[in-house]
């Protein structure tokens, strides 16, 4: 057997979009569209068809939340005063169209998000564009997900209330 290691450089694109609700009403409301997902219910169906059919009820804008970290809490009695939640947002049923090419593109699947108030008490929704994340695979297919990644990060941010980065339109 020969193996061989390689190296792959790419470009990442971090978004920040500036939300119009306070960070409470902002969490509150991601969370809502961005609903958790059901893995107990997921690990009952018994074809590939039901679980699709499951994960478009679970996730009725394209995306589920994976994990949720509270960072507020976790740096409490820091010097740190950023109130702030970081999520692991995807949806499997549309990573496995790029993981049955590739299983290294779940090192972007779920996507890395952070809901944030900034020092002026703003609140912020910060991510990778996936499209550049998912290019990096060189491979159409997984860059056409990438793509229709990014129309439903697109999505999420227009329900948010957030102006829909340029970058995000392009693709």
């Known amino acids: 057997m020969t193996t061989h290691t390689t190296s792959v450089d790419h470009p990442a694109r971090r978004l920040v979009v500036a939300l119009p609700q306070p ?5 509150e409301q991601y969370e809502t569209l961005v609903p958790e997902v059901d893995q107990a219910r997921f690990f009952q169906m018994d074809s590939w068809r039901a679980t699709l ?7 009725p804008y ?3 939340r994976y994990h949720r970290g509270d960072l507020t809490a976790l740096m409490a009695g ?3 005063p950023w109130k702030a ?7 499997h049923t549309i990573a496995e169209r790029m993981f049955r090419h590739d299983p290294s593109v779940m090192l972007h699947a779920p996507l890395r ?6 020092p002026d008490g703003d609140t912020k929704l910060a991510v990778d564009q996936p499209s550049l994340l998912f290019d990096s695979y060189h491979d159409g297919r997984i ?3 990438g793509r229709e990644l990014d129309a439903l990060l697109a999505q999420l941010i227009g329900l948010l209330g957030g102006e829909m980065p340029p970058q995000l339109a392009a693709g």
């Open 143 to 145: 860059s056409d997900v």
């Open 53 to 59: 059919e499951l994960a478009e009820i679970n996730a």
């Open 62 to 64: 394209g995306f589920m």
């Open 23 to 27: 960070y409470d009403t902002a969490r």
């Open 113 to 118: 998000t952070l809901l944030y108030a900034d």
């Open 85 to 91: 939640t970081q999520y692991l947002m995807g949806n």
């Open 78 to 80: 820091s010097p740190s």
